[in-house]
Structures are given as structure tokens and as C-alpha cells.
């Protein structure tokens, strides 16, 4: 059974940063998948949207709207991604949430940007 749980939401002044971490547990790639994980976001009144993502080999695609601000990275080994979040906006205020090959999702992770 596969399982995906985020971790790393908060309430942030704009400017500020967070890291967000997704975990995984049961997950298997078949050898020709690209292995995609990544996140997408959702926030209030808004259909769900991509944020980043990126395969086992590395190829990574971000939204135009994070470029520049948002990093992501995984660990093949452990079947982890994370999402750095840098100089956060009140437009980035949303339920994060990270998925395995858009087939599994978490629970999401609130993050708020406010002053």
C-alpha cells in the first residue's frame, strides 16, 4: 500500500522561505516509468495546479510562477522529494500537496503567506 505524507507547511511573512518534505512508503517505479514526483498546489476557490515536478533522472519542470523561487530535489534511493520555497508570496498561499506519478497524493501541507 502505497502511502505519501507532506511535511513542512507554515505561516510565513511574504519574503520568507520554507521547505517542504514528502515522504513515501510502498512506492515501486516499474523500470520504464520516469518515476515522477512532484507537487501541485490548491488554493481556496482555485482548481488544483502543478508546482514542480521531476522525474528519477532529473528532469525537472516548474510553473512559470515559482521559477526562480522554488527548488525541488528527490533521493532516488529513498523515494523522497522535497520543495524549497524561497522569497514566498501571499499568491503562494495554498494546500500543498505531493505526488507519486499524479496516481498518489498526501494529504497536503497548508502554507500561508501574510504580513
Known amino acids: 500500500q502505497v502511502q505519501v505524507v507532506e511535511s513542512g507547511g507554515g505561516s510565513v511573512q511574504p519574503g520568507g522561505s520554507l521547505r517542504l518534505s514528502c515522504t513515501t512508503f510502498?512506492?515501486?517505479?516499474?523500470?520504464?516509468?520516469?518515476?515522477?514526483m512532484g507537487w501541485y498546489r490548491q488554493a481556496p476557490g482555485k482548481q488544483r495546479e502543478l508546482v514542480a515536478t521531476?522525474?528519477?533522472?532529473?528532469?525537472?519542470t516548474y510553473a512559470d510562477s515559482v521559477k526562480g523561487r522554488f527548488s525541488i530535489d528527490r533521493d532516488n534511493a529513498k523515494n523522497k522529494v522535497w520543495l524549497q520555497m524561497n522569497n514566498l508570496q501571499p499568491e503562494d498561499t495554498a494546500v500543498y500537496y505531493c505526488?507519486?506519478?499524479?496516481?498518489?497524493w498526501g494529504q497536503g501541507t497548508q502554507v500561508t503567506v501574510s504580513s
Open positions: 505526488t507519486v506519478e499524479l496516481k498518489f
Open positions: 510502498g512506492v515501486i517505479f516499474q523500470a520504464d516509468s520516469p518515476g515522477i
Open positions: 521531476i522525474t528519477r533522472h532529473y528532469s525537472i
